[in-house]
């Protein structure tokens, strides 16, 4: 599951094939999210991890630093060694006192649905 959320090459034939057949790539960001969002709620920190670069770079799901964060600071409570510190905290520094709380609450929300 967490391979093709990253595969594009064997999910669609990669970017010029994407051009051709935009139908498809939007089956694979749905499949990719629905595969990922599956993994983590079993346990899955390598899931988190990509559902926190997928809300980073906002390709598989819509762009949402907010919620990024919050998928790091879940994947770091499952397991410490999973994310550094500096980098956690380079994300946190973009955003707002508000969105760091909201982060927060979304991160325990994760939490306690996948890993508890």
């Known amino acids: 599951m967490l391979l093709y959320a990253a595969d594009t090459e ?14 498809a790539v939007i089956e694979w960001k749905q499949n990719s999210a629905s595969f990922l969002n599956t993994a983590a709620s ?4 390598d899931a988190l991890v990509a559902l926190g670069r997928a809300n980073t770079n906002g390709i598989i799901v819509e762009k949402n630093p907010t919620e990024a ?7 770091k ?9 500096k980098l956690l905290g380079m994300y946190k520094n ?15 929300a994760i939490y ?5």
Do not use: T
């Open 42 to 45: 079993q346990g899955s920190v």
């Open 69 to 75: 964060y919050a998928y790091y600071l879940a994947a």
């Open 10 to 23: 064997s999910a669609f034939g990669g970017s010029a094939s994407a051009i051709q057949n935009p139908e």
């Open 94 to 108: 973009e955003l707002s006192s508000a969105q760091q709380q909201a982060a927060i609450s979304r991160a325990d």
């Open 112 to 116: 306690k649905g996948c890993c508890q």
């Open 77 to 85: 409570r499952a397991m410490p060694s999973a994310f550094s510190d």
